[in-house]
């Protein structure tokens, strides 16, 4: 099992650009796909972006294709999330999960760990 826990959400202005980071509790974190998600209020986990866990492969949703861009460290057990291009639409809690599978998966019900989630404001 493998804890993760995310940071750099905030406020930021239209077109700005933010960091996510999501570091997990031990070297497990080598042996998972990963995957970042949004929350918007009422409304079920929707798949942003995804990686390998030899962070060889990327998938992004169409909608912040060209806009974010995933990493992973394994080093320092931790995966990035650099958005920038930044839109009003992307307000959001987003959440970093983790998925021991053969390849990353767009699915939230397919990742079996997850984060506390952290806010990302953008305004105007």
């Known amino acids: 099992q493998v804890h993760l826990v995310e940071s750099g959400g905030g406020l930021v202005q239209a077109g700005g650009s933010l960091r996510l980071s999501c570091v997990a509790s031990d070297h497990t974190f080598n042996n998972y796909n990963m995957g970042w998600f949004r929350r918007f209020p009422g409304k079920e986990r929707e798949f942003v972006a995804a990686?390998?866990?030899?962070?060889?492969?990327?998938y992004y949703a169409d909608s912040v294709k060209g806009r974010f861009t995933i990493s992973r460290d394994k080093y320092r057990n931790t995966v990035w999330l650099q958005m920038t291009s930044l839109k009003l639409e992307d307000t959001a809690v987003y959440y970093c999960a983790a998925d021991v599978a053969v390849s990353a998966g767009t699915r939230w019900t397919e990742y079996d760990y997850w984060g506390q989630g952290t806010q990302v404001t953008v305004s105007s």
């Open positions: 990686i390998g866990w030899t962070g060889g492969r990327t």
